[in-house]
């Protein structure tokens, strides 16, 4: 499982689009980036995944660089209640196990 | 409503009475997980299932115990709970690997 590494904690206003990005140097092949985003007291919900360039839903847009050792998560507009902890995970689809690491902490300020 | 669902939410119990924490999803998933969160030290994987009767071993599996009899529960159990244990556990499904899981809404456990 490819080591990521994010930004500890992150601050940002409403309304701007906040960008974090995460650090995976050893990435397999066969490795997919796949974001959660996780509120106080609750579970960690999935965001997006993506492989290679750019994947976009109505949350978020991936952008993975061609060397795929580094992605960047952007939320376009943010809001008070993006507040959560955001995980940037790699790994294999379909693997077994997986490791989460401890997230960048984003705190959205009025 | 699709989900997953655990039960109790909050516990309080003394070190040595055993527990079990019940996690069921309603998503007919193979794939099911534990984790606990802790400050400082983010979610870990206690144990996961692929399928029925097929369990294995996360990052910190020492003293938990889980089941898989039916595809759609997935208990956790602490056979002799230590303060150490004392955590949020969150329990997890997907359709058939960990990248998009579905996670249940944590059950704080407090182990005096």
């Known amino acids: 499982l490819a080591k990521t590494t994010q930004p500890i904690s992150m601050d940002s206003y409403e309304g701007q689009e906040v960008n974090i990005t995460c650090s995976h140097n050893?990435?397999?092949?066969?490795?997919?980036i796949t974001w959660y985003q996780q509120f106080p007291s609750q579970g960690p919900r999935f965001i997006i995944q993506?492989?290679?360039t750019k994947v976009t839903n109505e949350v978020a847009s991936l952008f993975i660089p061609a060397d795929r050792k580094s992605s960047t998560l952007s939320l376009p507009r943010v809001s008070l209640s993006d507040t959560a902890v955001y995980y940037c995970?790699?790994?294999?689809?379909?693997?077994?196990?997986?490791?989460f690491g401890k997230g960048t902490r984003l705190h959205i300020l009025p | 409503e699709a989900q997953v669902t655990q039960n109790p939410r909050y516990l309080i119990t003394v070190t040595g009475k055993k527990l079990t924490v019940t996690c069921s999803q309603n998503?007919?998933?193979?794939?099911m997980s534990w984790y606990r969160q802790d400050p400082g030290l983010g979610l870990r994987q206690i144990y996961y299932?692929?399928?029925?009767?097929?369990?294995d071993k996360g990052d910190v599996p020492e003293g938990y115990k889980v089941s898989r009899k039916e595809k759609r529960n997935f208990p956790l159990i602490l056979e002799s709970p230590s303060p150490n244990q004392t955590s949020l556990y969150f329990c997890?499904?997907?359709?058939?690997?960990?990248?998009?899981?579905?996670f249940g809404p944590g059950t704080r456990l407090l182990v005096l």
């Open positions: 997890a499904s997907s359709t058939q690997g960990p990248e998009t899981q579905y």
């Open positions: 050893n990435i397999a092949t066969n490795d997919y």
């Open positions: 993506g492989y290679k």
């Open positions: 995970l790699v790994g294999p689809i379909f693997d077994d196990k997986i490791i």
């Open positions: 998503m007919n998933h193979e794939y």
């Open positions: 299932s692929m399928n029925v009767e097929v369990t």
